[in-house]
């Protein structure tokens, strides 16, 4: 088997590990959606009366930052799987056997990836039971589950940067999770931006999470269909910035976290 | 006899911690080592650099002719390893655990597979195979650690102080099992902190201090060093301190330790059940009051004592490489 054929299967091996935690903690699953799901009632229903966005339905506007404020928030269980491992000294039983280097990385992020698709899908039914809709094709549709999931694996390898520099799985629960909040509000997921002060409205222009939310309400068809778009170039060509910034999130911290692993795990 | 595992130097500082010291240190093909030491004596440091997880500052080491830092994926095929903390995952079964371990061994679906139900039969764990490992006792955590690490039948066998934080019970469980691999022939490093595990389970003892080698031999040899049994004798009044020393000199093979504070009085002897009852009849009849009488073996304090002048707790000091890891050198 080549080198690269058997990093691969060792990396389903450690990825089929993580998921067997998914299988025999279903709460873990359940309470990374519940929060999400609080979030689309809350906003659906208290903010969002008093929310006016125009051309569509509060809800319809919503959802597209939901999902990629779930996702966001999602990433930080990276941060703490790894440091858990560490911590156990599960890390070392794995690099004192003959597997691949990457695999530990791989197996994670690929397992948090796929736990990702569980939490989106129970999101999407609880979005189309408050009412959002997918109005563009299937192939829209699908284009924009891809770029939400790509947008996922990309932050899933900053939080394994996080989780692999504070080490202990208390420090990598808020380390992983914090700097998300301002990330996420400062951006068009939950007000439309034309309306903040400007530097705040620069600001959420150009966050990567405006991107993935405006791509996402593009692909399924949750604008107005009179709306002038914003003149910036990141809100003239959003999936251009959502697919840019995933891809230079990946080149900086995919060899960033496979060097503090190393770093990490040598100590 | 060929040396299976060789390290000639080894040097790894944490800062301003010397946690290996010049590490010289030399195993034979098929021997067990007991490498005993306190808490930051530098035992689990070396496991590390043998084992490939850590590079060492300077010195060199080798395994089966393998080098521990150039060569350390080979040798990662032949070398199982046994930690102080159970590294097995809470949340697979015990079948699952070592399933796995044997697919990154790359033994391939089927062979992993009857592996790990011969090794499960093997440490006892066959009716807590399929369920996950949170449901297992320390103990059983531990065997299935130690069964973890003989997925690969491996060569060379390094066990990082297999029996720390286990009743007794499921230390002696421990100790047969271990005993076991041992007349299978592997070449095992083994580390401890109880003078009794090394002499139970290792060929040759290597005592080991501030990360240097500071005693070798049997473990008799160590125990000739330190003076053999001790007779251990309480009386009831400071008064009688004196008499009670008398005789102890007289039956003892040494100079007896007299601690005022709490009337104890300690002193190696040779022969020990004679000697017990020899010196009970003496004190007896210069009308010594004796609260408690016993015979004990040395300790690793008291080889400690004899070896470097100081208790082995008093050392016990390890700042845990300044709270990184696990805390354990």
């Known amino acids: 088997m080549s080198a690269l054929a058997q990093a691969a299967a060792d990396g389903m091996v450690v990825t089929k590990r993580n998921l067997i935690k998914i299988k025999r903690l279903p709460d873990l699953l359940i309470f990374s959606s519940i929060q999400p799901i609080m979030f689309v009632l809350l906003f659906a229903y208290v903010f969002g009366s008093a929310i006016n966005v125009p051309g569509v339905d509060y809800k319809e506007f919503l959802m597209a930052g939901i999902f990629t404020q779930t996702v966001a928030f999602g990433s930080a269980l990276t941060a703490v799987g790894l440091a858990e491992d560490l911590q156990k000294g599960i890390i070392d039983r794995f690099r004192s056997l003959p597997m691949a280097r990457s695999a530990v990385l791989v197996g994670r992020t690929t397992s948090d990836l796929l736990n990702n698709v569980l939490v989106v899908v129970i999101m999407s039914v609880c979005g189309l039971l408050v009412g959002w809709r997918i109005r563009e094709g299937v192939l829209s ?64 222009e150009w966050n990567p999470i405006s991107a993935v939310v405006a791509s996402l309400r593009d692909l399924f068809g949750n604008v107005g269909p009179n709306v002038p778009v914003g003149g910036s170039f990141p809100q003239q060509y959003p999936i251009v910035m959502a697919v840019g910034w995933s891809l230079l999130l990946l080149a900086i911290f995919v060899p960033l976290s496979v060097r503090r692993y190393r770093a990490a795990a040598t100590r | 006899m060929a040396s299976t595992i060789v390290a000639e130097g080894l040097s790894k500082r944490y800062g301003e911690i010397r946690a290996l010291d010049g590490l010289d240190l030399e195993v034979a093909e098929g021997t067990v080592l007991g490498l005993l030491g306190p808490n930051g004596a530098g035992k689990t440091t070396a496991v590390r650099v043998f084992t490939t997880l850590l590079r060492p500052d300077s010195g060199r080491a080798t395994v089966a002719g393998l080098d521990v ?145 500071i005693a070798r031999g049997t473990a008799d040899e160590l125990k000739t060093q330190v003076g053999g049994d001790r007779l251990e004798l309480a009386v009831g009044h400071v008064d009688e301190l004196a008499k009670a020393a008398d005789t102890l000199r007289a039956v003892g093979s040494g100079e007896p330790a007299v601690d005022e504070g709490a009337r104890r009085l300690t002193v190696p002897i040779s022969d020990g059940a004679g000697v017990l009852v020899g010196a009970l009849r003496r004190l007896d009849a210069e009308g010594v009051e004796v609260l408690d009488v016993g015979i004990r073996r040395p300790t690793l304090d008291d080889v400690f004592l004899a070896l470097t002048g100081r208790a082995a707790e008093e050392i016990d000091d390890e700042p845990a490489a300044a709270g990184r890891g696990r ?3």
Do not use: C
């Not at chain 2, 019970?169 to 099992?177: A, D, Y």
């Open chain 2, 69 to 213: 830092v150039r060569e350390a994926a080979a040798l990662r095929r032949i070398i199982g390893l046994s930690g102080q903390y159970a590294a097995v995952d809470e949340n697979l079964t015990g079948f699952e655990n070592l399933d796995m371990v044997g697919r990154l061994y790359h033994l391939g679906r089927r062979t992993s597979r009857s592996r790990a139900r011969d090794l499960l039969d093997q440490f006892a764990l066959a009716e807590a195979a399929d369920r996950p490992v949170k449901t297992y006792s320390g103990g059983m955590r531990r065997r299935l650690d130690l069964a973890a690490s003989l997925v690969a039948e491996p060569q060379v066998l390094f066990l990082d102080e297999p029996t720390t934080g286990l009743d007794p019970r499921g230390r002696l469980g421990m100790w047969e099992v271990i005993a076991g691999l041992v007349r299978g022939g592997t070449t095992l490093l083994l580390t401890t902190q109880y003078l009794e595990e090394a002499d139970r389970l290792a060929d040759s003892i290597a005592v080991i201090d501030h990360g240097k080698v």
């Open chain 1, 141 to 204: 549709a699908v284009a924009a589950y891809a770029l939400l999931l790509l947008f996922a694996f990309a932050m899933s390898w900053v939080s394994a940067t996080i989780g692999l520099t504070v080490r202990s799985v208390e420090v990598a629960q808020s380390a992983g999770f914090i700097w998300l909040f301002p990330v996420t509000f400062l951006s068009n997921a939950f007000v439309p931006s034309e309306r903040l002060p400007t530097v705040l409205r620069v600001i959420a």
């Open chain 2, 327 to 329: 805390g354990t050198r």
